[in-house]
C-alpha cells in the first residue's frame, strides 16, 4: 500500500502521516455500481480514494436520488468526514464510478491527526472546501441551467472524471442523476446527436464535444 500512498499523497502529507496510514489504513477495492456508504450507515471509517471515482448523493423527501459531487483519486468526501466528527450516521450515498481501490481510515484517528499533523488539518479544511464550492455549483445548476446545459455539463463531468469519452451510462440513470425523466433525457440526447455534440449507442453514450 506504501506505493500507492506515495503515488497520491506523498506532495500532501509528511513522511509520518504517510507511514500512520500504512499502519491503520486497510485497503479494499470496489467494482464500478457497488456501494461504499450507504444512507443511515454508522460511519467506522473514513475513505481515501488511491484510484477509480465515487459519485456522491443523497435523497430527497420523495426518497428521489439527487448527486451532489464525484470523488477522483486523493480525494475525501468531506459529508464523510462530517459525520466522523460527528459521530453520525451517513446522510449521504457514496457509489463507486468505475473499478474503484480506496483505503479505510477508522475514524477514532481523525482527532488524534488534526491535532497532530498541520498536513492532515490542510488537507481536511481545503476538502471541505472543495466540496463546498462544488455542492454550491449543483446548486447554481438547477437553479440557473436549464436542462439541456445540465445534461451537456454533466456529461462533461463524467469524461473527466472516468478520462474516457465512451460513457457506459443508461438514460434512466443520467434521469436519476439529474432528477429528471427518462423521456426528458433520451428526448434531449437525440437533440445533442442531431447537433454532433455525441452517439448514442445501446446503454452507452459518446461523447464527442470535449
Same mark, same amino acid.
Not at 443511515?40 to 435523497?59: F, H, N
Not at 472516468?162 to 437533440?191: F, N, P
Given at each position: ?18 507511514? @500512520?496510514?500504512? /499502519? ?7 467494482? $464500478? $455500481? !457497488? #456501494? ?7 460511519? =467506522? ?5 488511491? *484510484?477509480?471515482?465515487?459519485? #456522491?448523493?443523497?435523497? !430527497?423527501? &420523495? $426518497? ?8 477522483? =483519486? ?12 460527528? /459521530?453520525?450516521?451517513? *446522510? ?6 468505475? !473499478? %474503484? ?10 482527532? &488524534?491527526?488534526?491535532? !497532530? ?13 472543495? =466540496? ?15 436542462? +439541456? @446545459? ?6 462533461? +463531468? ?12 443508461? +438514460?434512466? %440513470?443520467?434521469?436519476? &442523476?439529474? +432528477?429528471?425523466? =427518462? ?19 445501446? /446503454? ?7
Amino acid at each position: 500500500m506504501k506505493a500507492l500512498l506515495q503515488d497520491n499523497f506523498e506532495y500532501l502529507f509528511e513522511p509520518a502521516l504517510l507511514q @500512520e496510514i500504512d /499502519n491503520v489504513g486497510i485497503v479494499k477495492d470496489f467494482a $464500478g $455500481g !457497488d #456501494v461504499i456508504i450507504n444512507i443511515g450507515d454508522t460511519i =467506522r471509517y473514513m475513505p481515501l480514494l488511491l *484510484e477509480g471515482a465515487i459519485k #456522491v448523493s443523497r435523497l !430527497d423527501d &420523495d $426518497g428521489d436520488e439527487l448527486l451532489l459531487y464525484y470523488l477522483e =483519486r486523493g480525494d475525501v468526501c468531506a459529508m464523510t468526514l462530517t459525520c466522523c466528527m460527528g /459521530n453520525s450516521v451517513s *446522510e449521504i450515498r457514496a457509489m463507486a464510478e468505475m !473499478d %474503484t481501490k480506496i483505503v479505510l481510515i477508522p475514524v477514532q484517528k481523525m482527532s &488524534d491527526w488534526l491535532r !497532530d499533523f498541520h498536513s492532515w488539518r490542510t488537507f481536511v479544511f481545503e476538502s471541505y472546501n472543495s =466540496r463546498l464550492k462544488e455542492m454550491l455549483e449543483a446548486i447554481d445548476n438547477l437553479a440557473f441551467l436549464n436542462m +439541456h @446545459e445540465r445534461l451537456l455539463k454533466y456529461l462533461k +463531468h463524467k469524461v473527466i472524471v472516468t478520462k474516457d469519452t465512451m460513457l457506459s451510462i443508461t +438514460h434512466q %440513470t443520467v434521469a436519476y &442523476d439529474l +432528477h429528471t425523466s =427518462r423521456v426528458v433525457i433520451s428526448r434531449l440526447l437525440k437533440s445533442l446527436e442531431k447537433e454532433g455534440k455525441l452517439k448514442l449507442h445501446r /446503454n452507452k453514450i459518446e461523447f464527442l464535444d470535449f
